[in-house]
């Protein structure tokens, strides 16, 4: 199973990803993690993004395809994968079908969650209490005043994605405004209509 996640920050993408990685077998690629980690272990690709997502800004584009391609070429991959936080242009999803296309594999299915963006600052302001609560410290983008800034991105950057999408036939939205479990129920259902139709 090959999906794509998409979904302004604060939609709720990282907890359904772990459902779909835990019912599907395949492996969580999280560009924002990914590079996370690579700031945290101060790596040379963590020096040159640590301001840049800080700033709640887009990475470059090559850093990025250039991490999910070693990510799909790796055996862990072999059974799938569920993209999130990436494409996040319409570049990077043309960037993406070549890649794809190169290795002879295509996407099963874009998962959108759709969320108000009203919503979205409720819910990171939850994630940083929660986060603070465990005694851990919080991203450094999660903030209200970068937030901000990581939707615009969003909304201007990430939602053509949603179009480019379903020309293809391979967008499936979803009312991310749901509880967490009729969300992922309704992900389960519209995977197997696509599977059972062939799509
Ligand atoms: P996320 O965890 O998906 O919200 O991503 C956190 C930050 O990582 C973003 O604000 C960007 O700075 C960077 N980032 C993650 N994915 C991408 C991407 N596909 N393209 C460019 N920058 C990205």
Redesign the pocket.
């Known amino acids: 199973m090959r999906l794509v996640l998409l979904g302004p ?1 604060g939609a709720g ?2 907890t359904q990803a772990e459902r779909l990685v835990a019912h599907y077998n395949i492996v969580p690629l ?4 990914l ?2 980690v690579a700031v945290t272990a101060g790596s040379p690709l963590g020096l040159k ?1 640590k301001d ?2 800080a ?7 090559d ?2 395809v250039a991490l ?1 391609a070693e990510r799909i070429d790796a055996p862990e991959a072999k059974n799938g994968f569920i993209l ?6 319409v570049k ?1 999803a043309q960037a993406l079908d070549r890649l794809l296309s190169e290795r002879g594999l295509k996407l099963d299915g874009v998962i959108e969650l759709r969320v108000d963006e009203d919503i979205l600052v409720d819910r990171i302001e939850k994630r940083i209490r929660e986060t603070k609560a465990k005694g851990q410290t919080a ?1 450094a ?1 999660d903030d209200p005043v ?1 937030l901000k800034q ?1 939707v615009a ?1 969003y909304r201007k950057q990430t939602a053509p994605l949603s179009d480019y999408y379903h020309q293809k036939g391979s967008l499936l939205a979803m009312d991310g405004m749901q509880g967490v479990d009729k969300v992922e129920a309704d992900i389960e259902r519209a995977l197997q209509e696509r599977v059972s139709v062939g799509g």
């Not at 999280?30 to 993690?33: L, R």
């Not at 999130?84 to 242009?89: I, K, N, V």
């Open positions: 920050p993408k990282g999280s560009t924002g993690d590079l996370r993004v840049i997502m700033r709640g800004e887009l990475v470059p584009d850093l990025v999910i999130d936080g990436f494409p996040r242009t990077q991203r983008d970068v990581r991105h």
